[in-house]
């Protein structure tokens, strides 16, 4: 089985950087769509990006234009640099992945293995 190990949350200002990491392990632990996912409290999980092998991109109109999804494929590891975080942005956020060919998706239920999720505050 694979597995997905976030790292790179905590506690950051308004308007400050983070940049999350996700790398994937194990024994099937080629991917070809990995993506990122948050969920605050009382809330469901939202859709913030996605990639696939070949480098397409897609992204929520939330988040475009400030955060970016980028994919080694060496390490197998997929990361989101978020800049001019808000304090909505305040959750905890998932890395997702398919080890199957599928098209780029917002709905989690397409992702078959989830990471442990990775706790993002943006405050003062």
């Known amino acids: 089985q694979a597995q997905l190990v976030e790292s790179g949350g905590g506690l950051v200002q308004p308007g400050g950087s983070l940049r999350l990491s996700c790398a994937a392990s194990g024994s099937i632990a080629r991917m070809f769509v990995m993506g990122w996912f948050r969920q605050a409290p009382g809330k469901q999980r939202e859709f913030l990006a996605v990639?696939?092998?070949?480098?397409?991109?897609k992204y929520s109109d939330s988040v475009k234009g400030r955060f970016t999804i980028s994919w080694d494929s060496a390490t197998n590891s997929v990361y989101l640099q978020m800049n001019s975080l808000k304090s909505e942005n305040t959750a905890v956020y998932y890395c997702?992945?398919?080890?199957?060919?599928?098209?780029?998706?917002?709905?989690?239920?397409?992702?078959?293995?989830w990471g442990q999720g990775t706790q993002v505050t943006v405050s003062l």
């Open positions: 990639i696939n092998s070949g480098g397409t991109t």
């Open positions: 997702a992945a398919r080890n199957t060919l599928v098209n780029l998706s917002p709905i989690p239920s397409t992702y078959n293995y």
